[in-house]
């Protein structure tokens, strides 16, 4: 990477060098294990111009997303996240069957369902093929395509201008922010609104969530460096939310410039945290690369521990982030046999680069192993509930970030 990709500068500093790991959603099918696989290097710096944290686009978005093993509606809680959040944005923008409302990256239909089931009219913006067809299934209208400013353009011309634009989890996963950001403003309308929430630098940095970082996340957010995004395209920030999903998550309220105004006051206090952080100055990030290595050395600790006093550790859950965990690690099948996931599409699969079978959860009770490696750590109060089952035969949950944690589970 020679150039920041939001303001071209060449003043790039390395925050964390993470090695070279393959796409962390490219789960392999059984014949393809004895197959050659790809792997690229996941090198994080921080541009100290505008200070948008970012890895090379070495990987595209058509080879991540054109078919897609995420699908949002298994995870019961972000599906009530975004129940909550159709509520709060219809009763804060006075959204009625006139409005319309657009998704993009709207995945199976997880957030647009809630839309539909209120009588507004919406459209989903979704490329990967598989998750789209599931959200059509499901009675949420939906357009295959990835947004650009010319797609936008498209879709206004055709549905009309957007009164809400939805852009949950999608801006970290653009290599072309500018242009994503114009398509964005391409299809809201000039009074509109724009909601965007991406995880938030600030809490990455603090609470090691390091496997957050994966090569479909091409940039890592604070408030300063997104208001330098936004306004790329033409849009303003004007709120923002300091959300507790993934680990610590921003939702950004956006309107086109015309409309703006003033920010309020949470926005100045955001920056302010930022700033008292030391996230505008080099200082900010130096501890970073020495706080996870000792996540990796500790969980490695306890993995060969548990394995020569003959304790058995499972993993569960089958996320991108947990990739990244497993492949920096060094963590193989010998160390964790297997880890289990509600997506059955992952079922029969096995984890990128570490070769891990990913099974049906039921595997868990059936076995009764001494430990279970949550994966998806940022779902820890849903899985520390769903869980609870262990209990029954005196087993642990273990939780590697931000630091390592031995939990006891209780009905």
């Given amino acids: 990477m020679t150039r920041c990709r939001l303001c071209g500068s060449t003043a790039l500093e390395s925050v964390v060098d993470l090695g070279a790991t393959p796409p962390c959603e490219s789960f392999l099918a059984a014949e393809r294990l004895d197959a050659p696989e790809p792997a690229y290097p996941l090198h994080l710096r ?9 890895i090379p686009p070495l990987i595209t978005p058509e080879e991540t997303f054109s078919e897609y093993a995420y699908f949002s509606s298994y995870s019961s809680s972000w599906v009530e996240h975004a129940r909550v959040f159709v509520e709060d944005a219809a009763e804060r923008l006075g959204l009625g069957e006139d409005s319309f409302v657009v998704e993009v990256a709207s995945n199976d239909g997880y957030l647009l369902r809630h839309v539909v089931d209120r009588g507004v009219r919406c459209l989903g913006v979704e490329p990967s093929v598989n998750v789209g067809a599931a959200a059509r299934e499901a009675g949420v209208p939906t357009l295959t395509a990835f947004l650009s400013p010319e797609t936008g353009a498209a879709v206004r011309a055709e549905h009309g201008p957007a009164d809400l634009v939805v852009a949950n989890n999608v801006y970290a996963h653009i290599p072309d922010v500018i242009g994503f950001t114009k398509g964005l403003r391409a299809l809201v309308a000039d009074d509109g609104w724009v909601s965007v929430e991406v995880q938030h630098l600030l809490t990455l940095i603090e609470e090691n969530q390091y496997d957050t970082i994966y090569h479909e996340h091409f940039q890592y957010y604070t408030v300063a460096s997104a208001i330098r995004a936004l306004a790329s395209g033409g849009l303003t920030l004007v709120d923002v939310e300091l959300l507790p999903t993934h680990g610590g998550s921003l939702r950004l309220w956006a309107r086109p410039e015309e409309a703006a105004g003033e920010p309020g006051r949470r926005v100045a206090d955001v920056l302010a945290r930022e700033k008292a952080a030391g996230l505008q100055e080099l200082s900010g990030y130096t501890e970073f690369s020495a706080r996870v290595a000792k ?78 490696l949550v994966l998806p750590w940022n779902l820890r109060a849903e899985l520390v509930e769903q869980l609870a089952y262990v209990h029954e035969w005196g087993g642990r949950l273990v939780f590697p970030i931000p630091e390592l944690s031995i939990v006891e589970v209780e009905r």
């Fill in 295 to 372: 996540v990796r050395r500790d969980l490695l600790r306890f993995l060969v521990d548990a394995a020569e006093e003959g304790r058995t550790v499972v993993g569960y859950g089958a996320p991108g982030k947990g990739n990244t965990l497993l492949n920096h690690c060094g963590i193989r099948p010998d160390l964790l046999p297997y880890t289990v996931d509600r997506n059955p599409y992952k079922h029969g699969r096995y984890t990128p680069g570490t070769r891990i079978p990913v099974l049906p959860p039921e595997r868990i009770a059936a076995d009764r192993p001494d430990y279970v």
């Fill in 46 to 54: 921080v541009c100290t111009d505008c200070w948008l944290a970012q």
